[in-house]
């Protein structure tokens, strides 16, 4: 089976913004260099309070996995809020994944405001360390300078799942509002 990847969007955001729509061309251009058939998914969670909470969003990924599509061939990049949000799934479903690349990723924090505290609390949990048994080959991307998330909450979430890190001076939240439209640093997970 080939390879497949889900581009995972954080709280208050969509499929359309930040890297999401670059690295998913980026993706869909290599299908055509190396002629191999690779599936692109950016699903859609609903966002904003009173919208977005874990069991909503794990409801959109679980009608990938009844369909089989993500498995142990499974690529997922995720940014914010949805490294641990993909983390929680996969050890509440019990499921093997090929990679995972996490942008800005952490767990159990909150302070960035009233409204991002209430949508991202259901996500977090305790026993993230168990990720290990789901995916070996995890990488964390962060910045030094998050403007939403305190460096010290990005580098326990990193430690806590992975020796594998990047940080990206002044990079931000490595979003679209930090100058991250494009991000070159993730094509080298993609194969």
Known sequence: MKNNYFLLHGSFSCPFSN?????????????????????????????????????????????????QLINENTIIFAHSIAPVFISKYLVDRKIKVKRLVFVCGFNNYLGINEDYDRVNKSMYFDNLLELKKYCSDITCIYSDNDPYVKFEAEVLFANTVTDKQIIIPGGGHLNSESGYSEFSELLKYIN
Do not use: C, H
């Open 19 to 67: 890297w999401i729509p670059y690295l998913r061309e980026k993706i869909i251009a290599n299908i055509k260099i190396d002629g191999e058939e690779k599936l692109v998914y950016t699903p859609e969670f609903p966002t904003g309070v009173g919208n977005q909470n874990y069991e909503r969003w794990a409801k959109i990924l679980d009608v990938y996995v009844d369909s």
